[in-house]
T-cell receptor
Framework: GNSVTQMEGPVTLSEEAFLTINCTYT??????LFWYVQYPGEGLQLLLK?????DKGSNKGFEATYRKETTSFHLEKGSVQVSDSAVYFC???????????FGKGTKLTVNP | GAVVSQHPSWVICKSGTSVKIECRSL??????MFWYRQFPKQSLMLMAT?????????EQGVEKDKFLINHASLTLSTLTVTSAHPEDSSFYIC?????????????FGAGTRLSVL
């Protein structure tokens, strides 16, 4: 079945550091890929998405590129801020279904 | 943006009692809502899809008599954990389907932590 694997956390960085959170997936066909972010005390929010190979999703300085050859959708940001501290979830949907399959989440803490 | 409110945020109950969790879409109508369960350090697992005015569709392995879902209006879905036991202790999250930029996406509530004593 479909699955998402993302790097184990927690990840702790200093402000302005470069961020990468790895995400790989297993799916048949061509899934749509997502990154969600959950700030403390809030619900998950869609951060960015990509629906086909080589698409790049971007939002709030975060980027992720849909790599079919490596079945990956790594999240990157060039310079993190304290306000980026949150839990990040990689997810996919498949074949027109709305069912989201999530990774376990990666907790990011950014220190001033 | 669209807001989904989930209530309560935390509930403690005795074993054998039932607990109801509400999920409301505050500023949009949601014909479809989703209920997830999350164990510590695990991913969110879809439990069921709730459609307004019809029976919920449960995922394989989820007991429909244990987790009763009612989607009586376009802005409210409820999850009732019946005869709760300690193994039902978990974090329950709902989402509501809405439109954003021409895409159907899920807007999530903040979750409900259930502790069964």
């Amino acid at each position: 079945g479909n699955s998402v694997t993302q790097m184990e956390g927690p990840v702790t960085l200093s402000e302005e550091a470069f961020l990468t959170i790895n995400c790989t997936y297993t799916a048949t066909g061509y899934p749509s890929l997502f990154w969600y972010v959950q700030y403390p005390g809030e619900g998950l929010q869609l951060l960015l998405k990509a629906t086909k190979a080589d698409d790049k999703g971007s939002n709030k300085g975060f980027e992720a590129t849909y790599r079919k050859e490596t079945t990956s959708f790594h999240l990157e940001k060039g310079s993190v801020q304290v306000s980026d501290s949150a839990v990040y979830f990689c997810a996919l949907t498949q074949g027109g279904s709305e069912k989201l399959v999530f990774g376990k989440g990666t907790k990011l803490t950014v220190n001033p | 943006g669209a807001v989904v409110s989930q209530h309560p945020s935390w509930v403690i109950c005795k074993s054998g009692t039932s607990v109801k969790i509400e999920c409301r879409s505050l500023d949009f109508q949601a014909t479809t809502m989703f209920w997830y369960r999350q164990f510590p350090k695990q991913s969110l697992m879809l439990m069921a899809t709730s459609n307004e005015g019809s029976k919920a569709t449960y995922e394989q392995g989820v007991e429909k008599d244990k987790f009763l879902i009612n989607h009586a209006s376009l802005t409210l879905s409820t999850l009732t954990v019946t005869s709760a036991h300690p193994e039902d202790s978990s974090f329950y999250i709902c989402s509501a389907r809405g439109l954003a930029g021409g895409w159907n996406i899920q807007y999530f509530g903040a979750g409900t932590r259930l502790s069964v004593l």
